[in-house]
């Protein structure tokens, strides 16, 4: 029996505990075994997992099963909007401030445990802290308290026979630390001839320190990843000036009901979607479309959630609350953009999942290496060499590469305008080889308007008041384009009587005595009027994809009036920015060619599909694969959908609707097609970024585990490292596992840091 996806439910849970790329790929599994589970998506970046389920689980099903993969479930993602976003925030930065704390007494302990342990080197420390029960005693708090997370994350994932990265820094440091406890208590069981055995607590507690320093970097610099999305949150006022009974009155934002009626002052922030009612004004909506320009509002216009209300006073009709606003959609859209994965994260996290039992493979295989084949002391070079792999050898660099770029990519998309719905769309925007974009209201207008009037014995005022006298009685697009006309110029139109439509031709209608007809060159010639000359401009008209009109009074022709879709702002601009990426640009539409094509001129647009029926759009962009190229389809996405969801990539431009949303990879909510270039930039940047991340977290797992594993010693065996690499290198080119948690701390937080390089993305530069 299957389901259809409108069965199934969503959730987004909170997962503590996880760490490294083959975390994500455990609870993955755990949650993927709970019967009912139909998909799940775990994010390192955001410590979430999204889980789409049949109905009938429960949270306590969820909650046990990832308890037993050795992880935590810290609650439901946006259970409660605000407090929810208010505690994950404080839990976030009870976070930060912990791992700080950590640090800095590790660090403090561990550079005086470093500073007792060569006494040769410094001699000037006091006896008693070149002490080897003292070091002891100074490296346990570092140990067990600065490193038991690593201890209960490895340990209970011992319990559930997996590893992570944490099993890698738990046996790593556990070896250095207990082999020096042992040469502390029974130091003449480690001494060979005239070689004194040394203890090792430094490297223990320096190695901690280091990596609670990369975790503490990581945790501050993955709290601006998400900047733009808590951007967007705090942009929600609390309460709403409602008038109930008569009176006006200040409520709390939840309990703002659809159809209260909402007061907003200049200043304000409007608190939830609505339709004016009264009153004029101007608003900001830049927060939610990118447009940078006031939008006017009258009675019956749109009003949306956390915009800024600029110069009027007016009242309006709430229409959605809570979950329901454009707002809290977009922070939805956004959220789940952020936690989802692309294709080439997938591969990250299957090599992870395979790495640290790789890693312990070969470190337990160095430690053989050098205990039979060693230089003397073997079984310390031999334990040193294995402490050096099994650290520098963690994955968390890997886990981060893809999620913290895709959460950063989105984000910046968002301030923009630009919702891109997850992390497959943003990866295969950058494939993207030819655009198809649908003519009328996403290349035009969508709204025709008069463009040309020529008038012959006769003024243009008065010309285009006689035609919007008749036309007035009109519902075709054209006839309203010619009545906005007159509106626009403010002329006073007569009552007209005998009103008739020639179907496919024109209208007929009296004003003042006299007989008017309306229509194409066909109308004219049937009543055999003669055309004065005019017939070459109305093909030249023609000519440039307008529609000419004939206006004729008593059967004389007084004009023509031409009327056109006209190119959206900025069109052409942005078709030649398409061009500049390398894309093919296609215009897709069902006029006729030779508008189409004059259409397609003026935006700079060398291949058109014309006279393509509604249904017909889906074939011509299949067609268009078949060629084998990644097609993006950018259309309204409502009348667009099935063109759309054919499309490699949906792109629904404008209005911001839930249709759009549903039936888009990406949705632009402002109507400006620049989006688009911008769009498919942002893709190219952000997919680099995360190619980059993944050779950086790549080369620090693979090029350094030779180093730490001792290959430099078939150079060095003679013990002839130059003494300015000798804490580097010991005397034989053997890694110091100290350096090597370092690199290991470094790694992960320069992938961090590079994803966020992508906030200094600048769009409109192309």
């Known amino acids: 029996m299957t389901t259809t996806a409108q069965e199934q439910e969503r959730i987004t849970l909170n997962i503590g505990g996880m760490t490294c790329a083959s975390c994500v790929i455990h609870v993955e599994h755990a949650l993927n075994e709970v019967p009912g589970v139909v998909a799940t998506s775990v994010n390192l970046a955001t410590e979430k997992a999204t889980v789409t389920y ?50 800095l007494v590790s660090m403090g302990l561990g550079i005086v445990i470093f500073l007792g342990s060569f006494k040769e080197w410094f001699p000037w420390m006091p006896a008693i802290l070149q002490n080897w029960y003292v070091l002891w005693a100074l490296a346990t708090p570092v140990q067990f308290w600065g490193g038991a997370q690593f201890y209960r994350a490895a340990l209970s994932a011992a319990r559930h026979r997996t590893t992570n990265m944490n099993t890698l820094i738990a046996l790593g440091t556990s070896v250095a630390y207990f082999y020096s406890a042992a040469i502390t208590v029974f130091p003449g069981l480690f001494e060979t001839g005239a070689t004194m055995a040394e203890v090792y607590f430094d490297t223990a507690a320096i190695i901690i320190a280091l990596i609670l320093l990369g975790r503490f970097l990581e945790a501050r610099a993955k709290g601006q990843t998400s900047a733009a999305i808590r951007k967007l949150m705090g942009l929600r006022p609390r309460t709403a000036r409602v008038i109930r009974n008569g009176q006006e009155q200040d409520v709390p934002l939840e309990q703002v009901i659809v159809g209260d009626v909402v007061v907003v002052r200049p200043g304000e922030r409007i608190p939830v979607d609505g339709q004016v009612l009264e009153g004029t004004s101007s608003v900001d909506e830049s927060m939610l479309t990118g447009e940078s320009m006031p939008m006017e509002k009258t009675p ?44 080439i994260q997938r591969l990250a996290d299957v090599v992870s999942s395979y790495f640290v039992p ?80 649908d003519k009328t209201g996403t290349l035009t207008e969508g709204k025709p308007v008069v463009t ?92 440039q994809g307008k529609t000419p009109m004939f206006v004729a009074l008593d059967g004389q022709v007084r004009g023509i009036i031409a009327v056109a879709d006209t190119l959206r702002s900025g069109s052409k601009e942005a078709v030649a920015a398409m061009h500049r990426l390398g894309l093919e640009v296609v215009m897709l539409t069902g006029d006729n060619r030779r508008t189409a094509e004059a259409i397609a001129r003026q935006a700079g647009i060398n291949r058109v599909m014309a006279e393509v029926l509604p249904d017909q759009k889906a074939e011509q962009v299949k067609a268009l694969q078949a060629e084998g190229k990644v097609v993006a389809m950018v259309g309204d996405g409502i009348n667009d959908a099935p063109a759309l969801a054919q499309a490699d990539l949906g792109i629904a431009i404008g209005a911001g609707t839930d249709v759009a949303m549903e039936a888009a990879s990406v949705t632009l909510m402002r109507s400006d097609l620049m989006g688009v270039p911008n769009a498919i930039a942002l893709s190219k940047a952000t997919i680099r970024n995360i190619k980059q991340n993944l050779f950086w977290a790549f080369f620090y797992n693979t090029a350094l585990i030779p180093l730490a594993a001792g290959v430099l010693y078939l150079v060095f065996a003679d013990g002839n490292v130059p003494s300015g690499l000798h804490y580097i290198l010991g005397d034989y080119g053997f890694l110091n596992p100290v350096l090597a948690a370092a690199a290991m701390a470094f790694s992960s937080v320069s992938v961090v840091t590079n994803a966020l390089r992508l906030r200094q993305f600048r769009f409109k530069h192309i």
Not at 72 to 80: A, M, N, P, R
Request: proline share 3%; aromatic share 4%.
């Open 54 to 103: 049949l109905p009938g689980l429960t949270l306590d099903d969820f909650r046990e099963a990832v308890q037993d993969a050795g992880y935590t479930l810290q609650g439901v993602s946006g259970e409660t909007a605000d407090d929810g976003e208010d505690a994950e925030r404080l839990a976030h930065t009870k976070e930060i401030k912990e791992l700080r704390t950590k640090f």
């Open 300 to 343: 019956g216009s749109l009003v949306f959630g956390a915009t800024m209300n600029k110069t009027g006073s007016f009242h309006f009709r709430v229409t959605r609350v809570g979950r329901d606003t454009a707002l809290s959609q977009i922070i939805r859209l956004v959220e789940e953009a952020q936690g989802s994965k692309a294709p």
């Open 358 to 437: 790789a890693v312990i493979v070969a470190a337990t295989a160095t430690f053989g290496v050098w205990l039979i084949l060693g230089p003397e002391p073997a079984f310390t070079f031999a334990m040193l060499n294995m402490v050096a792999v099994l650290i520098i050898a963690c994955p968390c660099a890997l886990g981060l590469a893809t999620p913290t770029s895709i959460m950063v990519g989105t984000g910046k998309g968002a301030e923009q305008g630009i919702l891109i719905r997850n992390g497959e769309a943003l990866e295969r925007a950058h494939k993207v080889q030819a655009v198809v974009l």
């Open 452 to 543: 040309d009037i020529l008038a012959v014995g006769i003024s243009e005022q008065e010309l285009v008041r006689l035609a919007a006298a008749a036309e007035r009685r009109s519902e075709h697009p054209l006839g309203e384009a010619i009545v906005r006309a007159a509106k626009d110029r403010e002329l006073e139109l007569e009552r007209v009587r005998d009103f008739q439509a020639i179907p496919g031709h024109g209208i007929r209608a009296a004003i003042n005595g006299s007989i008017l007809h309306l229509g194409n060159l066909a109308l004219m010639q049937q009543q055999g009027f003669a055309l004065n000359g005019l017939e070459s401009k109305a093909t030249e008209l023609s000519s």
